[in-house]
């Protein structure tokens, strides 16, 4: 993809039926942190076109390549602490492991289960991790 302003990226993606998976990505200038999400929205038209679809746009999106729009803070919900408090105990209760039961649960990788775990226990649902002496 080449835009108006010089920039170019080059992107080499694998297409399958119901996924795509992006394998190398070389931009000029390097990608900010912040480009990143828009990555998706930027390569969405040019890899439908590749497939032979085409790319609805998104009329409420005015996002031009270098634009940066802010990411929307994902909500942590007291409901969402007392599902995965709900599943820790339970699972401990089985003797099964609470970090699986929540992964289960909630459908997020372990690194997100802990993190969820760890919020929880922030919130006084679960108690502390190691007894304190």
Request: glycine share 10%; with cysteine; hydrophobic share 40%.
């Amino acid at each position: 993809m080449a835009f108006g302003d010089g920039a170019r990226i080059d992107a080499l993606a694998t297409v399958c039926e119901g996924w795509v998976c992006v394998e190398d990505v070389r931009a000029r200038p390097a990608l900010a942190l912040e480009d990143l999400p828009l990555f998706a929205d930027w390569i969405e038209g040019p890899l439908a076109r590749a497939c032979g679809a085409e790319a609805e746009p998104d009329p409420g999106d005015g996002a031009e390549p270098g634009a940066h729009r802010e990411r929307p803070a994902r909500p942590r919900e007291p409901a969402e602490h007392g599902l995965v408090a709900r599943a820790y105990r339970a699972a401990q209760e089985r003797g099964a492991d609470p970090v699986l039961a929540v992964m289960d649960e909630t459908g997020y990788s372990r690194r997100g289960a802990l993190r969820l775990i760890g919020r929880t226990r922030d919130a006084g649902l679960l108690p502390s991790r190691h007894a304190r002496r």
